[in-house]
């Protein structure tokens, strides 16, 4: 395995580039601070350079948060910081320390919005588990219909369409007056459940006529797999990590 120290040599960081897309945001976009011991961890389990988005991510940010805190795109948080992100490590449920055998077979969880709806980037194989697209394409786990999207589109493409406000669209009937409002007083690692369940007939129907509660992200994804296979048999896989069982940093 390639040590931090080879993987952050490099002429041509994707930093600069992220960071410009970051400020010349069309939506909301909040750096948090990095973990030093954290991200070296992270990006040695990765094995990616921070020539890429997801290596900057990892080295440079605790984790972003987008759009009013719609969306939460995982990094490297400080440990202990209480109501902010989970991170990268944690959310996939890292070995404690790096080893060369060990990958996210089906795909790595890189962020989540504000509904539970997870942002997936696929490993080698996704049809083995069960998933769509292409190696190396993101996908997205729909909270109001239970299934697997393929965005196509690698982690840098999704990233830099977040950010230029992709979400305005992508989230067509999913948001409500006043959504940001409840969005931006959220911690990191806290969603919003909707009663009836936004895959509900009732809630297609008439999403204003649901009632909200600020809830723990594992719930709401324990939530999404429980229904899914209750609904079809349909086992959606890891959607991440919340219980605390893996810390961010040893």
Do not use: C, K
């Not at 899914?228 to 810390?247: C, E, K, W």
């Amino acid at each position: 395995m390639r040590l931090f120290e080879n993987l952050t040599a490099t002429h041509e960081p994707a930093w600069p580039e992220l960071r410009r897309l970051v400020s010349e945001a069309s939506v909301t976009a909040e750096i948090l601070a990095p973990d030093e011991t954290t991200s070296r961890r992270t990006l040695e389990q990765l094995q990616v350079t921070i020539g890429s988005f997801l290596g900057a991510v990892v080295v440079h940010t605790g984790g972003l948060l987008v759009d009013h805190g719609w969306l939460r795109v995982y990094g490297s948080p400080r440990p202990g910081d209480p109501g902010r992100l989970p991170g990268l490590a944690a959310t996939n449920d890292f070995p404690p320390e790096p080893e060369a055998t060990w990958f996210p077979a089906h795909g790595l969880v890189v962020a989540h919005d504000v509904l539970g709806g997870t942002f997936v980037l696929n490993g080698s194989a996704p049809a083995a588990v069960g998933r769509p697209g292409g190696q190396g394409e993101m996908i997205y786990l729909a909270p109001d219909t239970l299934q697997w999207e393929p965005l196509e589109a690698g982690y840098a493409a999704w990233l830099a369409w977040v950010l230029d406000g992709g979400l305005a669209d992508f989230t067509e009937g999913l948001r409500w007056e006043g959504w940001d409002a409840e969005t931006s007083s959220l911690g990191g690692d806290r969603g919003l459940g909707l009663f009836p369940p936004l895959w509900s007939r009732e809630a297609h129907e008439d999403l204003g006529a649901t009632s909200r509660a600020a809830v723990p992200m594992a719930e709401l994804v324990d939530f999404a797999r429980s229904s899914a296979a209750q609904i079809d048999g349909a086992d959606l896989g890891p959607l991440g990590t919340f219980d605390g069982s893996v810390t961010d940093s040893r």
